[in-house]
Structure formats: C-alpha cells, structure tokens
C-alpha cells in the first residue's frame, strides 16, 4: 500500500492532521492503538483564553481561539456533528487576593475578563465568599465526538490500522518511508508522550504531566457554564453530567487514577457545591507537555521524512486545529512554521 502520509496516532493531533491533509487531497494512513487513557479521551476539551495566577492571556490566544471554533465548525459540518459550544466561565475567586488580580488585569485589558453583574445568582448552586468574574469568550469541545466520528469515517475508508506501532519495523530509503506493507513519502507522529521514546526525538524537551478528573451526575446543577474554583466544573454533552478537574503533576510513580486525587476532589466539592452529586467515573492521563510550554511541530532537520505535530500540553484543544492546519500547509505549499512551535529550533540537539 502506498500513501502520502503515515500517521502514527488518532488522538487531537492525528485527528486534526488527518482532516487537513484530507482537505487537501493528499492520501494518508493512521496507525492508532485506541489506548484507553489517551489524554484526548480524558480531557475536558476546555479552551480557556486565560492562564496562570494572574490571569494572563494565554500564547496566540486572539488567533488561536477564533480558528479551533471555525475549525472544529468545519469538520463538525462533515461528520454531521456539533463539536465546538461557545461557554463562558464563571471563575469563582478561592481568595480576595484572586479577586483583586482579577480586577487588576481586567482594568490593564478587558478583551476576555468582564465583571459578573448579579453577584448572588449561582448562590443555589455554590458557596462563594469572594464573588466571582466572567472569563468570555471560551469554548468546550467534545473530543469524544470528534474522535469517534473520525474514526468511523476512517475505518471504512480503510484509511486506519488499529494495531500497536512498532518502530523496528520502521525503515527508511532514500526518499520514502517502509512500514510493514506500507511505503509513505512521509511519517507523521502524533502520538502524545509516546514520541518521546523513538531515538530520532531523544532530545526534545518533553516535559509529561499527570492529570486527573472525575465525572459527576447531578440534575440540580447548571449547565450553562464552565464554572471554576481552583478546580473547574465543566458540563459535558450528555444531559446531567459534569467533568470535574484537574490535577497537574509532573512527579508521578504510576499513570492511573489515585484515591489522593478523589478524595481531594470530594472534599472541594463537598464543601464548593450546595447540590447533590454522584461521582460516576475517574480518569487519568498523561499530557504531553513541554518544558517551554510550547508544541512540537515541523519536520525532523537531519530526517525530513520524519515529523512530528505533539507537545500540545494542556492545551491540545485551542492549539492543535492552528498547527495542524499550518503543519499540512508546510508539507503541501512549503508554508513556513511559525518559529517557536517549529522543531527546528532544537536543531542542536536533533543532530545529536
Ligand atoms: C486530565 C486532563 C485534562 C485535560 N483538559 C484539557 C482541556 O480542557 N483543554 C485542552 O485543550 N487540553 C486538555 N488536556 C490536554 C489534552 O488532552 C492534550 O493536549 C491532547 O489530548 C494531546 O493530544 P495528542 O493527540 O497529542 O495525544 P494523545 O491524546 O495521547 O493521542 C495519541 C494517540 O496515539 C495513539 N498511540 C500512542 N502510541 C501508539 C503506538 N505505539 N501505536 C499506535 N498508536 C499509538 C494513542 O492511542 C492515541 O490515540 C487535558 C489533559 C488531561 C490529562
């Protein structure tokens, strides 16, 4: 079988790619093993405009929140699927010291903090001793969806092999790539931490990091919102249930769920939610964050047959449509990667 491109992994990144390349008429193949606890299947899809204590404006945010939108809008009318629900957040404030850098930062630029008119309005639902502010506009994606449908539609396209990639069964000749019974011009890896073990990416700065969530049931609760107090209630897309999360650790001794994390989660949850609640289910992942909190895009500089779209760390559903698209625009029209995503800039240590 020969294609353009193989792709190595389905989750966010291998999706987005795919759909791109797709659009552009270039033939692909993906290799995905559908693990479990991929972080695509267990984030929340939450695009945030605003990181950190201070309430920053998260890196490229006025381009990349408008673009995951239409873009998620553009694969959502092809699966005849609704992908991307605009959702303000409502930031509960854990202290009056939050709320002040708040204000602060609202009155330096306002463009995605607003205050919240009626103070006492979620007074049904929460305890809040320190009032609360509006984070607008923000988006949920529901990945399961994007996932699940994109799958489908490439499972009976053949255009996916659900089995375990196996890089010794990898070779490479003067201007193609062999795997098994596959010749592709190119290799893509979109597989999340996975690439951090593949000697031609020893280097990279991957910097993983554990998370967890839980999900609840509760028909009292409002789904109107994001709401957020140190953690974030985030409603998902079947009725009554809630995505509840996360926690960010970057020393962890096993990947999976911990009853530390439950247990914390019930205490804030008990004493943050006046409406009753049913814990239902408990993830965990491992993001494939970066150490300079920056994704890995572009084309290896001693193997340009080998490239990579990763690194997307907690933010995997606000950047991955921008560089996906970016990334097939390189390979199809030689568009230029934008420098600080572009692994090129570890050319050092990939020449190694
Ligand atoms: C608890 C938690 C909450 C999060 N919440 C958010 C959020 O609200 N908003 C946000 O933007 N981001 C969030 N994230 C981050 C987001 O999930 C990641 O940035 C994103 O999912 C990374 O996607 P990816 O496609 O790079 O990797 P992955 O999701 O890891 O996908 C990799 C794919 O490759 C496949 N694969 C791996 N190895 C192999 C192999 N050897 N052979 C074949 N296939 C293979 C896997 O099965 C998987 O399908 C969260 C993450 C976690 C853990």
């Known amino acids: ?181 596959i010749t592709a011009e190119k290799i893509i890896f979109c597989d999340g931490i996975h690439s951090m073990n593949y000697s031609w990416f020893k280097g990279l700065p991957f910097a993983p990091s554990k998370g967890e969530a839980i999900l609840i049931e509760s028909k009292e609760l409002t789904n109107q919102h994001i709401f957020k107090k140190s953690m974030a209630i985030v409603p998902l897309f079947s009725e009554d249930l809630f995505w509840v999360g996360s926690s960010y650790e970057w020393d962890y001794s096993h990947p999976n769920p911990t009853n530390e994390f439950l247990e914390k989660t019930k205490f804030h949850l008990d004493t943050w939610l006046k409406v009753p609640y049913k814990i239902v289910d408990h993830k965990a992942a491992l993001r494939p964050s970066t150490l300079e909190r920056r994704p890995f895009v572009g084309f290896h500089p001693q193997n340009p047959m080998i490239g990579i779209l990763n690194g997307m760390g907690t933010k995997g559903a606000s950047l991955t449509p921008y560089f996906a698209q970016q990334l097939a625009q390189h390979i199809v029209n030689g568009v230029p990667i934008t420098p600080e995503a572009d692994i090129n800039r570890f050319q050092r240590i990939l020449s190694k």
């Open 1 to 181: 079988m020969q294609v353009d491109i193989l792709i190595i992994g389905q989750g966010i990144c291998g999706t987005m790619l795919s759909w791109n390349l797709f659009k552009e008429g270039k033939s692909f193949l993906i290799v995905d093993n559908n693990l479990p606890a991929a972080p695509s299947k267990v984030a929340a899809g939450v695009i945030n405009p605003v990181t950190g204590r201070r309430y920053s404006y998260s890196w490229m945010i006025d381009t990349l929140m408008p673009f995951a939108h239409e873009s998620y809008a553009e694969i959502g009318n092809f699966l005849d699927q609704k992908i991307s629900f605009e959702k303000s957040i409502i930031d509960f404030f854990p202290s009056a010291q939050m709320r002040d850098a708040f204000v602060t930062r609202m009155t330096e630029n306002d463009t995605y903090l607003h205050t919240y008119p009626d103070q006492n309005q979620f007074n049904q639902y929460f305890n809040y001793e320190f009032g609360c502010g509006k984070i607008q506009p923000a988006y949920t994606t529901d990945l399961q969806t994007l996932l699940s449908s994109w799958r489908s539609y490439l499972t009976n396209r053949n255009l996916l092999l659900e089995e375990d990639f196996k890089a010794e069964n990898l070779s490479f000749q003067t201007d193609s790539v062999s795997y098994n019974h």
